[in-house]
């Protein structure tokens, strides 16, 4: 499998991605916004774009789809329950389908309502462990649930499905947030040492070539997967004093999403 990791510059700080079989030059186009920067891509890489794979139905996400489609004639994929959100959807998927791309690459769908309600993340099927994770996790955070999610929801998601994945699981989400949110994790965990190693490395520097974590690595880092953190609940609990001495991690991590809301 063949990762093509496009930095689109604009003020949303948008990821896409072009997902390739090294055998036919099929590509599969992940949340193509900026087209001409993803068309030109797989052009130099001589990939041809056969499907796109809209994580969910917000715009920057979605915004690339018809030139995309005009360009290539590519197949747009979403979320089963997405309908008329986005439109000229060729084939609806939920948990457990197959998205194949040529002879070899797999991926497979991920129902991780929370951002959206209806939310797919891709995980590979390949020697290769990824997660395309669009706006559910982030490097060292997590999606905001402003328009059409819920907190609660992308509590279970992350609980259920994605601290379950192999640590060795390669993170590739739908925006490069990741300065903004180690300063997160370090209002939240001041001593957390694993974030202010990564910092300094993340300060200033250009998402087109910026680091990709695994989810060992999140771990260490990402607040909203620390949510058992003594240093975590004891920092939280100057801001909700009402916690409970032992609050359950779902009470932590909603708390904690109200509080990055205004970060």
């Given at each position: ?18 997902i ?8 599969l186009?992940?949340d ?13 890489k ?15 996400h ?20 997405s ?57 060292a ?27 060795d ?18 209002n ?28 060992k ?47």
């Amino acid at each position: 499998m063949l990762v093509e990791r496009i930095w689109t510059g604009n003020a949303y700080r948008n990821y896409n991605y072009l997902i390739a079989c090294p055998d036919t030059g099929e590509a599969l186009a992940i949340d193509p916004l900026d087209h001409i920067k993803v068309l030109a891509a797989a052009k130099a890489k001589g990939w041809h774009i056969t499907q796109i794979l809209n994580t969910h139905e917000h715009g920057d996400h979605t915004g690339g789809n018809a030139a995309v489609v005009a360009a290539t004639g590519a197949r747009v994929i979403a979320h089963h329950r997405s309908g008329s959100a986005i439109p000229g959807m060729d084939r609806g998927v939920k948990a457990g389908d197959t998205i194949k791309v040529g002879k070899h690459v797999e991926l497979e769908c991920m129902d991780t309502p929370g951002h959206t309600l209806c939310h797919i993340c891709l995980k590979s099927r390949t020697d290769m462990k990824a997660l395309f994770s669009g706006d559910t996790l982030f490097n060292a955070g997590a999606g905001n649930c402003h328009n059409g999610g819920d907190p609660e929801t992308l509590f279970a998601t992350f609980a259920d499905q994605l601290e379950k994945l192999p640590d060795d699981t390669q993170i590739f989400p739908g925006h490069d947030y990741v300065e903004n949110n180690l300063k997160f994790t370090l209002n939240r965990e001041p001593d957390n040492a694993a974030a202010k190693e990564l910092l300094p490395k993340v300060t200033g520097h250009d998402p087109a070539t910026s680091i990709i974590t695994t989810l060992k690595e999140e771990k260490r880092f990402n607040t909203f997967l620390r949510l058992t953190s003594p240093g975590v609940i004891a920092k939280l609990r100057e801001s909700f004093p009402e916690l409970p001495e032992r609050p359950d991690a779902k009470t932590v991590f909603v708390k904690l999403r109200e509080l990055r809301n205004k970060w």
